[in-house]
Structures are given as structure tokens and as C-alpha cells.
């Protein structure tokens, strides 16, 4: 599936098929986390999948969950986090991401489940003993059949211009500006990548031979990395569908306004 549509129709799934994964197609997933994990390099990010679905359902009920709700699913994939690096929040929800774009192609839905309000102790009891800390778990399996007479709920988008700005934070970029520098497509489409409550906190900072992302928030929030790491797989696998192949370098800073705070993340090469 291209990209773009893939974003636009992205949606997690809150209700499975009481159904396991075929022994097949969990031998495939096994595989590409293997190579998930190469492909990061460091090791500091580690996937584990829980095929005893039940189990984890019943001991997360009510602590643990997608807003709140615990998702009932025959499998979870976690992503274990061996430091509290910033960098390594920012790519395990990047890989996380890579992750179920594979999985859609198996035919595979997903919903991301939040442990950041379970106790580590109960984490363990739960998921095992582990190296590093749990804070997000996706569930996965077969989604049951949509009723075609209710109408799914949309996610309001921001606009471009509320987004993306022209060499100065908080000077809005101009449509036409984005479409001279073939960009008009890439933004149009990254606005449909996930964030958490929907927020949609990235922004982006375009200068003539760089894009700067940051994630923006008030003093009174706490800030999500994750939605970091999420833009900019969406944003590099945008960028490589038009030629454009560079990859993020991650830096470091923080602009304050009297409204808003953002925080620089990375760095992307026209």
C-alpha cells in the first residue's frame, strides 16, 4: 500500500477476533522484530511478543490501556527500553511505527497500549523480567468486521499552516512556498501520522535547505518523545516516496514563547 494511503486510513483497532495470529505469520513477525532490533543498532531497544494474550488481557485490565481502556487481544508485542536515553525514546516509537506498517501489510491490525501508569513491580509480575522498562505494548491479531451502518469517528487534522512554519518559529509558512519547493504533498499527508490524545504537537521548521522538527507544549504538559519518533518514520518514509533520502540528526534545544514551548528534536536535509 503507498504511503499516503496507508496514513490517511490508519486506524487502531480497539476490538479482535478471539482468534490467535497463525503459527506462520507469528514466525514472520519473530523475524522482522530480529531485524528491527538490527537494524537499531545499539541495543537498547528490545521487542518481545506475548502470545499469551489472555493472560496479559486479565492482569492489565483496568491499570493499563489504550486511554484508559485495556484492548483485548490474542498477542502483544512490548518494546523494552534498557536506558531512559531521550534518543532511545524517540526511536523505540519510530521502530514501533516501522513495526506496524509491517504488520498491516500481514493483514495484521494494531492498537498501542500505554504501561505508563503501571506499577514496575506489577509490570514484571506480568510481562517477566526484563532488562529495561515496558511503557508501551501493541496489541495484535485479526480486527473484528466494521458494522457498515456506524460511522467511525474522524480525527480533526490541523492545517499546514498551523504546522509548519517559514524559517522563523511561529511565522507561518505559505502554501505556495511549500509547493515551489515540492514539499505540499509531504506535509499535506504527515498531518494523518498518529500522537498521543491527538494531539498534534510536531512543527515543523522550514529553511531553504532544512527542515527542523520539534514538538510543541505548554510548561503545564509533560512532553510525549514518543510522538517524536512516530513524524519522523511517517516523515522520512514521505520524503523517500518523492526522491528526498535523507534520514533525521537528532539535536538538541528548547525555544520558549509566552504561549508555547518547543522542543528541538532533529534535523532533516533537503
Not at 501493541?138 to 469517528?153: Q, S, W
Not at 519522523?232 to 516516496?241: K, T, W
Amino acid at each position: 500500500m503507498l504511503m499516503t494511503n496507508f496514513l490517511k486510513n490508519r486506524r487502531s483497532v480497539r476490538e479482535f477476533k478471539n482468534k490467535k495470529v497463525d503459527v506462520k505469520v507469528l514466525e514472520k513477525i519473530d523475524e522482522y522484530l530480529k531485524e528491527l532490533e538490527n537494524q537499531e543498532g545499539s541495543r537498547s531497544i528490545l521487542f518481545n511478543i506475548y502470545k499469551n494474550g489472555e493472560d496479559i488481557y486479565r492482569s492489565l485490565k483496568g491499570i493499563g490501556g489504550y486511554s484508559g481502556v485495556m484492548i483485548e487481544s490474542p498477542h502483544y508485542i512490548g518494546i523494552e527500553l534498557v536506558n531512559n536515553e531521550e534518543r532511545v525514546a524517540i526511536y523505540s516509537s519510530y521502530y514501533m511505527e516501522k513495526l506496524i506498517t509491517k504488520l498491516n501489510d500481514l493483514g495484521i491490525a494494531t492498537c498501542w497500549i500505554s504501561l505508563m501508569d503501571v506499577d514496575d513491580n506489577k509490570k514484571k509480575d506480568i510481562l517477566g523480567s526484563t532488562i529495561g522498562q515496558t511503557n508501551y505494548l501493541l496489541a495484535i491479531g485479526y480486527p473484528k468486521p466494521k458494522n457498515p451502518f456506524i460511522n467511525e469517528a474522524f480525527s480533526e487534522r490541523l492545517g499546514i499552516e498551523e504546522i509548519v512554519f517559514n524559517e522563523e518559529i511561529e511565522k507561518p509558512m505559505d502554501i505556495e512556498e511549500l509547493e515551489a519547493m515540492g514539499l505540499s504533498d509531504l506535509f499535506y499527508y504527515v498531518r494523518f501520522a498518529p500522537s498521543a490524545y491527538n494531539k498534534q504537537p510536531w512543527r515543523f521548521l522550514v529553511e531553504r535547505d532544512k527542515v527542523t522538527l520539534l514538538l510543541a507544549y505548554s510548561k503545564e504538559e509533560d512532553l510525549n518523545l514518543a510522538d517524536a519518533g512516530i513524524i519522523m518514520y511517517y516523515f522520512e518514509a514521505l520524503a523517500s516516496s518523492i526522491g528526498i533520502n535523507s534520514k533525521w540528526e537528532l539535536i538538541n534545544g528548547v525555544h520558549k514563547t509566552k504561549e508555547c514551548h518547543y522542543k528541538y528534536i532533529g534535523e532533516f536535509n533537503l
